[in-house]
């Protein structure tokens, strides 16, 4: 088993920044893909960016360029740095892990959920 818990989140204003962490806990690996996913009001839950096994980094197309994801296996934390900031970027976000070197359709480790808020 895994155990994630997100910090960071917030209500902000466009064009404003902010940094999600995540402290996994539990049988973490460095073979596994971490990642971010968010699911706004009334919609599907989304993948937005991940870290793979092998170091690589992939990210949703609406995000590039302004989200950053990274990851410190020796303290087993994973963040998403936020920049620029939009309305459309309101979502609850979710840090997950996967037994897997790269995110699958549905990782098998969720977190509790961040609110991220950004006001126009």
């Known amino acids: 088993q895994v155990q994630l818990v997100e910090s960071g989140g917030g209500l902000v204003q466009a064009g404003d920044s902010l940094r999600l962490s995540c402290a996994a806990s539990?049988?973490?690996?460095?073979?596994?893909?971490m990642g971010w996913f968010r699911q706004a009001a009334g919609q599907e839950r989304a993948f937005v960016a991940e870290?793979?096994?092998?170091?690589?980094?992939h990210y949703t197309n609406s995000v590039k360029g302004r989200f950053t994801i990274s990851r410190d296996n020796a303290k087993n934390m994973i963040y998403l740095q936020m920049n620029s900031l939009k309305p459309e970027d309101t979502a609850v976000y979710y840090c997950?892990?996967?037994?897997?070197?790269?995110?699958?359709?549905?990782?098998?480790?969720w977190g509790q959920g961040i609110q991220v808020t950004v006001s126009s």
């Open positions: 997950v892990v996967d037994e897997n070197p790269y995110l699958r359709q549905s990782p098998k480790y």
């Open positions: 539990g049988r973490t690996s460095s073979s596994h893909a």
């Open positions: 870290t793979r096994s092998g170091g690589s980094t």
